[in-house]
């Protein structure tokens, strides 16, 4: 049964999706994995596929448990740090052996310029982070800097969110390495454009 899954695409603002998934990270794992969530892996291999130095530091921005980065990790990248704002997920994360560090940090309270590839797997999007995470993600990088992110059926409905990202692409501020729509929640029929973009 999909207690909180159902739950999980409604609008919220930072707190309230702090608290949501605080009160999920228990059972985060089992629901979501029971529910054919792919797109970690198919993040991961983009990501990889765009990557020459599998051991340059990753920040994976809204990580959650830790499903994101144990992706990254099956794939060979060696140095994945972690942030997010709910502490019961940092919680199920550093209960497992992926992440260099760990913090749970203020919403979009992104580091700036100490990392040259940033994921958010699963974040920005209803119910998750607002579309102006595309933009703070995207000052933190420096040029040249990769940016790898999901976007669910939600999130690719939703032109403020679709929008944003175009604005950083039709004004030459990014370029898209890497665009493929495909599964992302098997069970629920639920799909999702995985981007490697970079910044110019
Ligand atoms: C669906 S989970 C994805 C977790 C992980 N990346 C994965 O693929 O399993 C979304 C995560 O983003 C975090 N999050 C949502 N909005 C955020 C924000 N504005 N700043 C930091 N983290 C945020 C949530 O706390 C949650 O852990």
Redesign the pocket.
Known sequence: MSIFLDQ?FVNRD?ES??K??NTW?PS?DAE?TAAG?V??TRCAEALASHTADLSAPIL??????????Q?FKDVGFTQIDG????PA?IEQARAKDIYRSLSV??????PKGQYAVI?????IGL????ST?IDVLMYALPKGGKLVFSFNDHALADPTQTGRLNEWIDCSAARVLFAEYGAHLLIQNMNSTVYVIEKY
């Open positions: 999980a930072h999706t702090r949501f998934y990270a985060y979501i969530y797109t970690p994976d921005f809204g990580c959650g448990s830790g499903l994101s980065g992706a942030v997010d704002l709910a997920m940090i203020e919403a979009d309270a992104t994921s958010a797997v699963g974040v119910g998750a982070a607002p995470t």
